[in-house]
């Protein structure tokens, strides 16, 4: 019994030994008996993205365009094949490059009305090609924005008179062609049809000949004349201010209502007035100048929305040394950034609602209805497969006489369209040798 006793004391022993051997290593010799304090939370750009108010509705809208630029991307690839189709083993090998991480056959099964899947009559592969509804409408995007040249000569005229000098770097201006509108040869197109409002001193280099001081407005200064018409508030009311949209669910502070109504009250350097002998020393107004300017550039772009890292390219030329990711969380009633559909997007909030923009204009209008294809999914099957049949018996008369009742597929994994792919096309005849060029 005794012996049990004197084991379990120096078991106890041992034990408190290695407690005041582990607290030694942690904290220290020499500061053992400190007190433990919490460390303070990071406050950083990061931790107040991951902390904002959501706006889901707005997210959900980025994760199904980001759908819509991934079978653009693949009508991309698709389109530079001699023939107008690829095989299904070629798209898999390329879906990397796309940006696309699921596999290739799943994919285009989520899709139908975009994409349509079939066996080739001769090479008996699974090949894939565009439907004629989504190819209408790529022809019926590229007419409108053909149609709209005149609009897209003041959309840059408007562009290079925010900036400080007037020019624009080419490569900056054809990162963000999609967003403002122009065609992917608007070098060879445009520029060289309107001479004397643009010019290009170099080949990086977009500069203005001359300003047009009637297309100095704002299209904040429009909703401005509309407030003061409309609600009949005061012109000290409506001056300066910025339409302001909070998110559901945003928390309002105590004293941010009186800051918020001051601020609107501030006057400050509009984003196409030049005053260059009297530079802005108040931060409050300088920010409130930027967010005029930031305000100014998304509002002339077709979707009211620019991914963040393109929009970080202007902003030197525009004068906004600002963290803009910081600076665009500091006014959520104005701005919000998505980190939906694998980038971050900054998004005029006024623009929206319910999902949708609320002034449309032809080119939205068209790729809306791309985003319509998207949101059908299978829904009304019926008329795909006419229109895949139509393809197949197309094909059955250009290059085969075998039987083509059944070259139409029908799907039912991803894994057994790349196995009979790899099975009837060991060493990839139908192999794309080089990634679709961009000038």
Same mark, same amino acid.
């Given at each position: 019994?005794? =012996?049990?006793? $004197?084991?379990?004391?120096?078991?106890?022993?041992?034990?408190?030994?290695?407690?005041?051997?582990?607290?030694?290593?942690?904290?220290?010799?020499?500061n053992? =008996?400190m007190?433990?304090?919490?460390?303070?939370? +990071?406050?950083?750009?990061?931790?107040?993205?991951?902390?904002?108010?959501?706006?889901h509705?707005l997210?959900?809208?980025? +994760?199904q365009?980001?759908?819509?630029?991934?079978?653009l991307?693949?009508?991309?690839?698709? =389109?530079?094949?001699?023939?107008?189709?690829?095989?299904?083993?070629?798209? $898999? &090998?390329?879906?990397?490059?796309?940006?696309?991480?699921?596999?290739?056959?799943?994919?285009?099964?989520?899709?139908?009305?975009i994409?349509?899947i079939? +066996?080739?009559? +001769?090479?008996? !592969?699974?090949?894939?090609?565009?439907?004629? &509804?989504? =190819?209408?409408l790529?022809?019926?995007?590229?007419a409108?924005?053909?149609? !709209?040249?005149?609009?897209?000569?003041?959309?840059?005229?408007?562009?290079?008179?925010? %900036?400080? !000098?007037?020019?624009?770097?080419?490569?900056?201006?054809?990162?963000?062609r999609?967003?403002?509108?122009?065609?992917?040869?608007?070098?060879? %197109?445009?520029?060289?049809?309107?001479?004397?409002?643009?010019h290009?001193?170099?080949?990086d280099?977009l500069?203005?000949?001359?300003r047009?001081?009637?297309?100095?407005?704002?299209?904040?200064?429009?909703?401005?004349?509309?407030?003061y018409?409309?609600?009949w508030?005061?012109? %000290?009311?409506?001056?300066?201010?910025?339409?302001?949209?909070?998110?559901?669910?945003? &928390?309002?502070?105590?004293?941010?209502?009186?800051?918020? &109504?001051?601020?609107?009250?501030?006057?400050?350097?509009?984003p196409?007035?030049?005053?260059d002998?009297?530079?802005?020393?108040?931060?409050?107004?300088?920010?409130k100048?930027?967010?005029g300017?930031?305000?100014?550039?998304?509002?002339?772009?077709?979707?009211?929305?620019?991914?963040?890292?393109?929009?970080?390219?202007f902003?030197?030329v525009?004068?906004?040394?600002?963290?803009?990711?910081?600076?665009?969380?500091?006014?959520?009633?104005?701005?919000?950034? $998505?980190?939906k559909?694998?980038?971050?997007?900054?998004?005029?909030?006024?623009?929206?609602?319910?999902?949708?923009?609320?002034?449309p204009?032809p080119?939205?209008?068209?790729?809306?209805?791309?985003?319509?294809?998207?949101? $059908?999914?299978?829904?009304n099957?019926?008329?795909?497969q006419q229109?895949?049949?139509?393809?197949?018996?197309?094909?059955?008369?250009?290059?085969?006489?075998?039987?083509?009742q059944?070259?139409?597929?029908?799907?039912?994994?991803?894994?057994?369209?790349?196995?009979h792919?790899?099975?009837?096309?060991?060493?990839?005849k139908?192999?794309l040798?080089?990634?679709?060029?961009?000038?």
């Amino acid at each position: 019994m005794a =012996s049990i006793i $004197s084991g379990a004391r120096s078991l106890h022993a041992l034990s408190l030994r290695l407690w005041a051997l582990g607290e030694t290593f942690q904290h220290g010799p020499f500061n053992r =008996s400190m007190q433990r304090r919490w460390k303070k939370p +990071v406050d950083s750009a990061r931790t107040r993205l991951e902390g904002r108010t959501r706006d889901h509705r707005l997210d959900k809208l980025m +994760v199904q365009l980001r759908n819509l630029r991934l079978a653009l991307a693949l009508n991309e690839v698709i =389109s530079q094949q001699r023939n107008g189709y690829a095989s299904l083993q070629l798209l $898999s &090998k390329w879906r990397h490059e796309v940006g696309l991480n699921i596999e290739i056959g799943a994919f285009l099964k989520k899709y139908p009305h975009i994409f349509q899947i079939y +066996v080739h009559p +001769v090479k008996k !592969n699974h090949c894939c090609k565009i439907t004629q &509804k989504m =190819s209408d409408l790529i022809a019926e995007e590229d007419a409108v924005i053909r149609e !709209n040249e005149v609009d897209i000569v003041q959309r840059l005229k408007k562009l290079l008179m925010l %900036s400080v !000098n007037g020019t624009l770097n080419m490569h900056a201006l054809w990162l963000i062609r999609r967003e403002l509108g122009l065609p992917d040869d608007y070098r060879s %197109s445009i520029l060289p049809n309107h001479q004397h409002d643009l010019h290009l001193e170099s080949p990086d280099t977009l500069s203005l000949v001359s300003r047009d001081e009637a297309l100095a407005v704002a299209k904040v200064e429009e909703w401005r004349k509309r407030e003061y018409i409309e609600k009949w508030l005061a012109e %000290s009311e409506t001056k300066y201010t910025f339409p302001i949209n909070f998110p559901t669910g945003f &928390k309002i502070e105590k004293g941010f209502r009186e800051k918020l &109504k001051n601020w609107q009250r501030l006057p400050y350097t509009k984003p196409y007035e030049k005053n260059d002998s009297h530079p802005i020393h108040n931060v409050e107004r300088l920010e409130k100048h930027i967010v005029g300017i930031l305000h100014e550039l998304l509002s002339l772009t077709v979707e009211k929305m620019m991914p963040l890292e393109r929009l970080s390219h202007f902003r030197r030329v525009y004068a906004m040394e600002v963290n803009l990711r910081e600076f665009f969380l500091r006014y959520p009633g104005i701005f919000y950034i $998505s980190t939906k559909g694998s980038a971050q997007t900054v998004i005029l909030r006024e623009s929206y609602s319910k999902g949708c923009l609320i002034e449309p204009n032809p080119v939205y209008i068209v790729r809306r209805k791309m985003l319509d294809l998207i949101l $059908s999914g299978c829904s009304n099957i019926g008329e795909c497969q006419q229109d895949s049949a139509t393809w197949s018996t197309e094909e059955c008369d250009l290059g085969s006489s075998h039987g083509c009742q059944d070259n139409i597929c029908q799907v039912d994994s991803a894994d057994s369209i790349l196995e009979h792919g790899i099975r009837n096309d060991p060493y990839g005849k139908n192999q794309l040798t080089e990634f679709p060029h961009r000038p």
